[in-house]
């Protein structure tokens, strides 16, 4: 457990070198101890819809990574700081911003990062968007805090896909939400269910399987406009869509040759062509970061137990060997970590395997459904307790653990979305 | 559906005895209908009796009848025909090859343990298993579609193992 804890972390040092090498050399500790940063009010803010510095505490503490320092006053990007008082204060950083709005109605933000430690400013930023972005603006300076103080680029200002299902009144609902639960948006309303959405590596579409055809077929909508269209109903059953990471074709689940096997399809839904062969059961296929293998699941050597082939397809290796029940694979976007589900003693837990050696690290219980960060830091999943499904997400060393709350039905099949801009 | 399949048959039930009542109709037509009639031969004889037949009943819509059970049930991680499904597939299968307009969906189900796209695999399997059966007994793959609803549409709602052998089935939908 603590083999796979060190290796990640050591990973995290050789990739983020290239900048911030002496802060980085500090998350080696972070899990024990965290960068305590004070974060100041931002001026003016009230003037947004919502209050920038508070939403920026609140990913960065979330994050597990940083500890917030309370009761900082209002402090602007203009303010002459004085680093050695802050460091006396026990921040080794210190966020100042301002808020102003455009003539145009869009709202400006510049922000300051100072580094109390090496008495230095760290960065400094100035985004603008439309009003009701405010939430997006304030997760976009989260992210860039995160990334000057990690190495490793920030989460925040990512969105999720997730189901919200209430079956008594035959409500299903495909949403999209920030990354902290918020703003939440309908993208599909059904009577009939809908399960494994999967967002287009760009971000602007969604691949998902509805049943209100009386089965599952599978659709790609575009988000913005509204606009869907089936891309796979093949007779039989038509499911698990996931995206290449060019975003140029998508892999799925088809039965319409018996049992359920893995084929490849264009994104326009041209080409289909048929890329695993097993007499049982093959499905949930992914593809890996670089696009050339694609996990799955199969039952092929009894119970299901996850395999890799080549994107092309051909012959497949088994991956999974504890357990007699290992399902839903998911790759991180270095490529380095497998996530999954395995039945072990009797429930469902969250594993997390570093694939070049083969240690594995049991993340949370009651666990179904992952889906990696796009930056490989966090998984979130469904979980289910006392009768009520809702989504969680632990960070992948399994110290870090939120629970995403909603106020009604259930919500399940999270997808973690790509990086935007 | 079946709502409007039962409709459709009694417009066309309906259909039917109209058209048996038109030669009684004819009967007491206007005169110069008969009049052309009349050169043909003999005036009708009153003793004669036309035989009408009343349409069958579809054995579909009969609700005690053998069609009217459509569930296949199966056993924990079982993806087989049990002998107590077995009559309700020859069943089916003997309605479909006599009746080869109609189309069957198989929808294969599964309980709410596991992973939602396994166990829409597994769901699959159930479906097969009673395609399979079904074709044996000389189903054409042309009337028969085996899909999957997985754990998406329990017919038991909640958890326990009373629940969970509710929803380890597969329907078979007209």
């Keep these: ?421 | 559906m079946r709502n409007f399949k039962s409709l459709a048959f009694i417009v066309t039930s309906a259909a039917l005895l109209s058209a048996c009542s038109t030669p009684m109709k004819t009967e007491v037509a206007p005169v110069e209908t008969r009049t052309t009639e009349v050169p043909k031969g003999a005036p009708a004889e009153p003793r004669e009796v036309a035989t009408v037949t009343a349409p069958a009943v579809d054995p579909l819509n009969d609700p005690k009848g053998v069609l009217a059970k459509r569930s296949v049930y199966f056993d924990y991680d079982s993806y087989v025909v049990r002998d107590d499904g077995k009559s309700v597939v020859e069943s089916h299968s003997g309605y479909l090859n006599k009746n080869k307009g109609r189309k069957v969906l198989i929808q294969g189900n599964t309980d709410e343990r596991g992973g939602t796209e396994y166990n829409l695999a597994l769901g699959q399997k159930r479906a097969e298993a009673v395609r399979k059966s079904m074709a044996a007994l000389g189903v054409p793959e042309s009337q028969m579609e085996a899909v999957s609803l997985g754990e998406e549409k329990p017919k038991a709602i909640g958890s326990g193992e009373a629940a969970w052998a509710e929803n380890r089935r597969a329907d078979i939908v007209y």
Excluded: C
């Design chain 1, 1 to 421: 457990m603590s083999k796979l804890h060190s290796l990640i972390l050591s990973v995290g040092l050789i990739a983020g070198t290239s900048a911030q090498a002496q802060l980085k050399i500090e998350i080696a500790g972070i899990s024990a101890n965290q960068i305590p940063i004070a974060v100041a009010m931002f001026a003016d803010e009230g003037v947004a819809p919502a209050d920038v510095s508070d939403i920026i505490r609140a990913d960065l503490e979330r994050s597990g990574i940083f500890k917030v320092i309370d009761g900082v006053a209002v402090l602007s990007e203009t303010a002459i700081i004085d680093h050695a008082q802050w460091k006396s204060r026990g921040a080794d950083a210190l966020v100042v911003g301002s808020v102003k709005k455009l003539a145009d109605g869009r709202i400006e933000v510049r922000y300051k990062l100072h580094d109390t430690v090496r008495s230095t400013q760290l960065s400094a930023l100035t985004l603008s968007k439309d009003a009701r972005f405010t939430r997006v603006v304030a997760h976009k300076i989260a992210d860039d805090i995160y990334e000057k103080m990690t190495g490793t680029r920030g989460a925040f200002a990512t969105r999720v896909a997730y189901v919200n299902e209430n079956r008594g009144e035959r409500d299903y609902r495909l949403e999209i939400a920030d990354a902290d639960g918020e703003s939440v948006q309908v993208a599909v309303r059904s009577k009939e269910p809908i399960i494994s959405p999967s967002w287009s590596p760009d971000g602007g579409k969604v691949a998902y399987v509805s049943f209100e055809q009386r089965k599952p077929v599978i659709y790609v909508q575009d988000l913005v406009t509204g606009g869907r269209k089936i891309i796979v109903n093949e007779k039989g059953s038509n499911s698990a869509p996931s995206w290449a990471p060019d975003g140029s074709k998508l892999t799925v689940a088809l039965s319409k040759d018996g049992n359920t096997q893995v084929y490849g399809v264009n994104a326009d839904g041209s080409g289909l062509r048929r890329l695993s062969n097993s007499s049982g059961i093959d499905t949930e296929p992914q593809y890996s970061a670089d696009g050339e293998t694609i996990y799955f699941t199969s039952d092929r050597s009894g119970g299901p137990q996850i395999y890799k082939m080549s994107a092309s397809g051909g012959n497949a290796t088994r991956v999974t060997f504890n357990g007699s029940y290992n399902i839903s694979p998911r790759v991180s976007s270095d490529g380095k970590t497998l996530a999954w589900i395995s039945q072990r003693d009797g429930g469902y837990s969250l594993y997390a395997m570093d694939l070049a050696s083969g240690q594995e690290l049991r993340l949370a219980e009651q666990a179904t459904e992952p889906s990696f960060s796009p930056n490989g830091k966090y998984i979130m999943y469904a979980t289910k307790t006392g009768g009520r499904t809702s989504l969680a997400v632990v960070s992948v060393d399994g110290r870090v653990k939120q629970r995403l709350t909603t106020k009604a039905g259930n919500i399940r099949e999270p997808n973690w979305g790509p990086f935007m801009n």
